[in-house]
RNA sequence: GGUUCCGUGGCCGAGUGGCUAGGCUGAGCUCUGCAAAAGCUCCUACAGCGGUUCGAAUCCGCUCGGAACCUCCA
């Protein structure tokens, strides 16, 4: 039995509000397409949440043998910092401030994110398509909802159709909202604006004189709304319908809802089978976003450079503190969570390289450990499958962590389990540090001369123990210490050391 | 105002009808010359008030408190 069979994955639903048995429409293969980031301004770690979290459900959907198409976009084709016409381009305005060519904004913040990725050991998507490379694409499906009657055009503009399409099809199927409330609430008409009614959305925008990034259309210079470019690109890679759509929990509405509506106008077809929405961070329970002002760089966290930061944390403590929560919930950002996760993540971390080390010595079979090893690996698996529970998973890996390290002083010996099982249950826990949730031991900045000098003092506290010079020893621990680096006796006589 | 979600032990966070995760902190024990690390044990909670049920943190109602979305946002 195979693994996709033998774990099926359960997800929640954004589209029904409830945790469904994942089927995919070709079996064996998945389709996935998540909301990337717009290139005009770095990433902050709220950001880095999101795509962490389609990062982890990529890799298990890899790992239990699905081959995964992983789309995920660049949004970089300018559009305005406010939904109506006073808005001016996000990307147009950046390049303004900094003198730049629209294209070296892209550029640079492309490359950040790329940087960022790499940072946390987020994998890179099967394809990255980015908003401007397929602007015929969006003119085509513009002017197909137009063919069909769900878009109209107005002064150079295009906008689609709400109420129209809603005669025939379910505008709010996925936010839980209701057409006539949403026109009776939120902000009204102006009289400058174009749109007949205000929730309608652009699909084309006409580009005012002083617009940089502008395209030919049929409807003449101008570029394409928010929300078209993901259906576009979506539809191209994986398909009229495909399986997962994911982005951040604040794109549901409108964005996703919108996207909703294009394609199901444009294509006749339900796009999306399953929706997937990760949850914000927060900082003293609010939002993280830029416009609050208590959104961090990934490097600020590195550092601690960051006012609310008492110190600096690395990405993979950082990455830790992520996945010890559900994707579904907020996640609050602390100091205190922060240096908790820090102290845990060693734990696992320094279990990670012991099992590596051990091997197995046949001897008497432990019945009792035996089941034990066996229901932790399972539970690996059914954590994983049950909604990609990574908190759960890493409470089994802790548990694990308690075995390995009775192999290694010695409580229990290996040969307690037979040598298949012990191989398993090596496998399994590498496989879901490393593969599943992509933490990575953390390589200690190890410089040979440190380490050369740091074996001449282990060497000198050696014979002084033998010599029962304790108080040599002890001073030559203690100042070690004091320099930052833990000396840790074993059983056998030998010493190793840590960098703290 | 509308829509939706949340409120768990000292702290962070899983769990969504019975079997009461895990981590961090604190206390104790074992090992150790002493430490560190490790192993074991303990401190055991579900905002409040009602209701449903043999049984509720988990379902329903109300109250209080917090958040997100309704405007760009991961």
């Excluded at 099967?126 to 109209?152: F, R």
């Excluded at 549901?252 to 961070?281: D, R």
């Excluded at 208590?294 to 601690?304: A, K, T």
């Amino acid at each position: 039995m195979n693994l996709i069979d033998q774990y099926p994955i359960s997800l929640t639903n954004s589209l029904t509000g409830k945790k469904e048995v994942f089927k995919s429409l070709v079996p064996g293969y998945v389709g996935m397409y998540v909301c990337g980031p717009t290139v005009y301004n770095n990433v902050h770690l709220g950001n880095t949440r999101t795509f962490l979290t389609f990062d982890v459900i990529s890799r298990y959907f890899r790992f239990l043998g699905y081959k995964v198409r992983y789309v995920r976009n660049i949004t970089d084709v300018g559009h305005l910092t406010d939904d109506g016409d006073a808005g001016e381009d996000k990307i147009g305005k950046k390049a303004r401030l900094e003198q730049l060519e629209p294209m070296e904004v892209v550029k640079r913040y492309t490359e950040d994110f790329h940087g960022v990725m790499r940072l946390f050991n987020i994998l890179p998507p099967s394809i990255e398509p980015s908003a401007t490379a397929h602007i015929i694409e969006q003119i085509e499906i513009t002017k197909k909802l137009m063919e069909a009657g769900l878009a109209y055009e107005a002064n150079g503009s295009v906008y689609f159709d709400v109420k129209k399409y809603n005669q025939s099809h379910h505008y709010g199927i996925l936010s839980g909202r209701n057409i006539e409330e949403l026109m009776e609430s939120g902000r009204d008409l102006d009289s400058q604006d174009e749109k007949r009614e205000k929730i309608d959305f652009a699909l084309w925008k006409k580009a005012s004189a002083e617009h940089i990034m502008r395209w030919p259309s049929p409807w003449g210079d101008g570029f394409p709304g928010w929300h078209i470019e993901c259906t576009v690109m979506s539809t191209k890679y994986l398909g009229e319908t495909f399986d997962i759509h994911g982005g951040g929990m604040d794109l549901k509405f409108p964005h996703h809802e919108c996207e909703i509506a294009q394609a199901t106008g444009a294509n006749g077809k339900v796009p999306v089978n399953y929706w997937l929405h990760s949850n914000m961070l927060t900082v003293n329970g609010q939002k993280m976003s830029k416009s609050l002002g208590n959104s961090f760089l990934p490097s600020e966290l590195i550092s601690g450079s960051h006012p609310l930061l008492d110190k600096g944390y690395s990405p993979m403590t950082t990455r830790f503190f992520m996945l010890q929560s559900h994707y579904s919930s907020t996640l609050d950002f602390s100091n205190e969570a922060l240096q908790a996760s820090e102290k845990a993540y060693r734990r696992l971390s320094t279990a990670l390289s012991t099992v590596k080390a051990l091997s197995h010595t046949e001897g008497k079979v432990d019945e009792g450990l035996s089941k034990e090893l066996n229901s932790l690996i399972a539970s690996c698996y059914q954590n994983m499958s049950d909604d990609f529970n990574t908190a759960k998973t890493l409470a089994v890996l802790f548990e694990m962590s308690s075995r390995i390290n009775d192999f290694k002083s010695g409580n229990r010996k290996t040969g307690e389990v037979n040598a298949e099982l012990f191989t398993a249950f090596q496998k399994t826990y590498i496989s879901f540090m490393e593969e599943v949730l992509g933490l990575q031991e953390e390589t200690q900045l190890h410089n040979n001369a440190l380490d050369g000098a740091i074996k001449v003092l282990i060497e000198l506290r050696k014979k002084a123990r033998t010599d029962r010079n304790y108080a040599l020893s002890d001073k030559i621990r203690d100042d070690l210490k004091a320099a930052g680096i833990q000396l840790k006796d074993g059983k056998d006589g030998e010493m190793s050391y840590e960098l703290e």
